[in-house]
């Protein structure tokens, strides 16, 4: 049982140090956004998994001692069980109130936007169909192509339609088409409450801005598949400006980045696997 604990303590601490260090690092988001979203947020479950289970095998211990056998634990007297159950509930009542609080700002940060967006373009937006989608078209001299998640859906500025193609066009559309349908959103949030819960640490802020630009990166390549990687080249530049992350995710589509092999799409999907690890170890009947 004390193995159990400190295995899980150990896979979570390892999995909560090292993955955004060893996944930030080199051209994985470049080359492979999908694969390395995928690392990221199965190593966070994994992670969360273990840390679950362990406090729930040290609470479930003290349970145990203190109501049921007292002799049963064996390894631990009754008093440090206890002690031990207290803290791992602690550990939980924390974390919770973090994420809950973390999410409670990121909710009323997303509640302002969607004001700020109705009051900003009020009366100036028109529902038009264009290509496969229906947008919401407002009447603006910069150029903002956006998806929205409340009210759902993508809007296109008239500046921005001025300057595109019909082919950047639908490239573009693509590319928010993405953001939405991967629930895009929900990948920066699960980002910023892992920030949350372990705000020490510089690994999980910098994992956090990682993807928020690996969900650009992945909404490029599906719009590439879709429109040609030319297109998307093309309307970034036409509508980024000058930008430096603007350049470089150009400059990435025309070097053919997006064409990721399924070796690489089969990777991000077995990654999926790991938090099976935890699982195991808990169910592991020895020890
Ligand atoms: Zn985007």
New binding site residues.
């Given amino acids: 049982m004390a193995l159990k604990i400190m295995l899980l303590m150990e896979l979570s601490i390892m999995l909560t140090l090292l993955a955004p260090i060893v996944l930030v690092r080199g051209k994985l988001a470049s080359k492979h956004p999908m694969l390395l979203l995928s690392a990221w947020h199965s190593s966070l479950l994994t992670a969360a998994l273990a840390l679950l289970l362990a406090l729930g095998i040290l609470i479930a211990n003290g349970v145990l001692a203190q109501v049921d056998h007292p002799g049963a634990i064996g390894w631990l007297d009754p008093l440090a069980a206890a002690i031990l159950a207290w803290g791992a509930l602690a550990i939980l009542g924390v974390i919770g109130v973090r994420i809950w609080w973390q999410a409670d700002a990121l909710a009323k940060e997303a509640r302002e936007a969607a004001d700020r967006f109705s009051v900003f373009f009020g009366r100036s937006v028109r529902h038009m169909a264009m290509g496969r989608w229906y947008v919401r078209l407002v009447e603006f001299p910069v150029p903002i192509?956006?998806?929205l998640q409340s009210p759902r859906g993508i809007i296109v500025s008239t500046e921005a339609r001025d300057r595109l193609s019909e082919r950047e066009l639908r490239a573009v559309l693509w590319?928010?088409d993405?953001?939405l349908a991967h629930r895009?959103s929900a990948a920066v949030t699960i980002g910023r409450l892992a920030q949350s819960c372990v705000p020490m640490l510089p690994a999980a802020e910098r994992m956090a801005q990682a993807t928020s630009l690996v969900?650009?990166l992945i909404?490029?390549d599906r719009a590439a598949a879709h429109s040609g990687a030319g297109n998307v080249a093309s309307a970034l530049v036409k509508l980024g400006g000058d930008s430096e992350t603007t350049a470089l995710r150009a400059a990435r589509l025309r070097a053919g980045a997006s064409r990721a092999g399924n070796g690489w799409k089969l990777a991000a999907t077995g990654i999926w696997a790991a938090p099976l690890i935890p699982l195991a170890i808990a169910l592991w009947p020895v020890g």
């Fill in positions: 192509v956006a998806a590319h928010e993405t953001h895009h969900v650009e909404a490029d």
